[in-house]
């Protein structure tokens, strides 16, 4: 079974979508480069939406100085789409879910295969995170409060977990691990 994670950058009041300038993808602190690579070298297929999808896609492969490896990495990993109108993803590798979200995800999870991360995509997470199938959470807080913005789970979403890791840098950014707990009392 192949487990799905959900790695999100997320403020200190727990917004996810960004309307402020809190997080520099291209930023390269090297020892959240090193986190970033040790979770990627696990991770064989990265799962977005549409409209994340089409951000990644007309931002990353226009870096031709990219220091991070993120360019490579997303030239190359696989990448599934969901969404009923997108019909050529025009970026290699990609593969376009046009069906139930839940049932594909849930398919996908028990193929073989390594890590499927997701991030971004704001309501397809909350429609997986509803559903039961994400196996753990990767957030990088910033030190920001940014007051408004969607959520990481949707309203009304409760659900013990379990700290798997964190670890905090100069910058203030925190990054935690965070695994939903079995026993559902």
């Not at 977005?48 to 993120?70: K, N, S, V």
């Not at 789409?81 to 290699?92: E, K, M, N, R």
């Not at 990054?175 to 707990?181: A, C, F, G, L, V």
Request: aromatic share 8%; proline share 5%.
């Amino acid at each position: 079974m192949r487990p799905l994670i959900l790695t999100q950058n997320i403020t200190v009041d727990g917004s996810i979508e960004m309307l402020d300038d809190w997080f520099d993808p291209a930023a390269d602190d090297p020892g959240q480069r090193e986190i970033t690579r040790r979770d990627s070298a696990a991770c064989d297929a990265l799962l977005l939406g549409r409209q994340t999808f089409e951000d990644f896609r007309g931002y990353w492969p226009q870096q031709t100085e990219d220091t991070t490896g993120i360019t490579e990495e997303l030239n190359t990993i696989e990448k599934i789409v969901v969404s009923t109108t997108l019909t050529d993803p025009q970026w290699g590798n990609t593969t376009i879910i046009a069906a139930d979200p839940v049932a594909a995800v849930a398919e996908l999870k028990r193929g073989d295969g390594g890590e499927i991360s997701l991030t971004g995509s704001i309501t397809l997470c909350h429609t997986l995170i509803a559903a039961g199938l994400v196996d753990e959470y990767r957030l990088w807080t910033f030190p920001y409060v940014q007051g408004r913005g969607r959520r990481l789970v949707p309203d009304g979403h409760r659900a013990p977990l379990t700290l798997l890791e964190h670890r905090a840098f100069g910058s203030g950014v925190v990054y935690t691990r965070w695994s939903p707990r079995k026993d559902r009392s």
